[in-house]
């Protein structure tokens, strides 16, 4: 690489990409070469292994040239493992991938949007277990629902190196995070950029039931009782939506005349 090269890398943004793992041979490869494969290259890749024994530690030596940063030790989960990342982290913004996640050749797109260095940049994903799209725009009241996946997040500095993850949420202490975040006023920008192919049959998708108990408390102490009651509004008429959509289903099915008339 020449000294312009070098010259032009050092004025763009520095991202950090944080990969967790622990005992992911059969994918930590895959995603590495996501990483090491992108054409931004002003980026620092981070990997904090939780101790794997099955063979994840020969494949990071294999890409160890490229790794800024590569610790193996036990840990509390995976949100410990991030809130290591976080300390070791020095980029302007920081996202996180798992093991079974694959970046895609979109970092300079996102970093084309990033016009103040206190914003929460975020696209979308794609699911890896259908090629179904999630993202989108979030609001308020949209994140009261649905999180915005973590693997489509772009933390800055100045929240990445001031609020950690909260262990006592073993699948869901990002949505935690950002429930707050939103809260306090931090603002989150959509890229419109499709960021990863995300594993949604992960840990995250057996749900997590310390923040179900706490989703509520949560959400008022973020944005008041207003929207505990439009929370609690939505979910009422959902839950009625689908019960009137098995009735109808039922009785359709039962009812070949109805049918006929519908």
């Not at 070469?33 to 530690?57: A, C, P």
């Not at 949505?175 to 006023?185: D, E, P, Q």
């Not at 505990?228 to 839950?239: G, L, N, P, Q, S």
């Amino acid at each position: 690489m020449n000294y312009n090269s070098l010259n032009n890398i050092a004025k763009t943004p520095r991202v950090s990409i944080g990969i967790v793992v622990y005992n992911g041979v059969a994918h930590i490869g895959s995603a590495l070469r996501s990483v090491v494969n992108q054409d931004y290259k002003n980026i620092e890749i981070i990997v904090v292994d939780g101790g794997s024994s099955d063979g994840t530690l020969n494949i990071l030596e294999e890409f160890s040239q490229y790794l800024t940063v590569k610790i193996s030790e036990p840990d509390l989960g995976i949100y410990d493992a991030m809130n290591k990342v976080c300390s070791l982290a020095t980029g302007d913004w920081l996202i996180f991938l798992g093991c079974d996640d694959v970046l895609l050749n979109t970092i300079d797109k996102v970093v084309m949007k990033m016009n103040s260095p206190d914003v929460v940049y975020y696209g979308d994903v794609i699911f890896g277990s259908t090629g179904a799209f999630y993202g989108g725009e979030f609001s308020k009241r949209r994140l009261l629902k649905m999180n915005i996946c973590h693997q489509a997040l772009f933390y800055p500095k100045s929240i990445y190196k001031s609020y950690l993850y909260d262990l006592k949420y073993k699948w869901l202490a990002d949505y935690a995070l950002n429930i707050k975040l939103f809260g306090l006023g931090v603002p989150f920008f959509y890229t419109n950029v499709m960021v990863s192919i995300y594993n949604d049959k992960g840990g995250s998708s057996q749900g997590d039931a310390d923040f179900e108990k706490a989703r509520l408390s949560l959400i008022r102490s973020a944005f008041g009782l207003m929207y505990v009651a439009i929370y609690v509004f939505d979910k009422t008429t959902e839950k009625l939506k689908i019960r009137a959509s098995l009735f109808l289903k039922r009785l359709l099915g039962k009812n070949n005349l109805l049918r006929c008339f519908l």
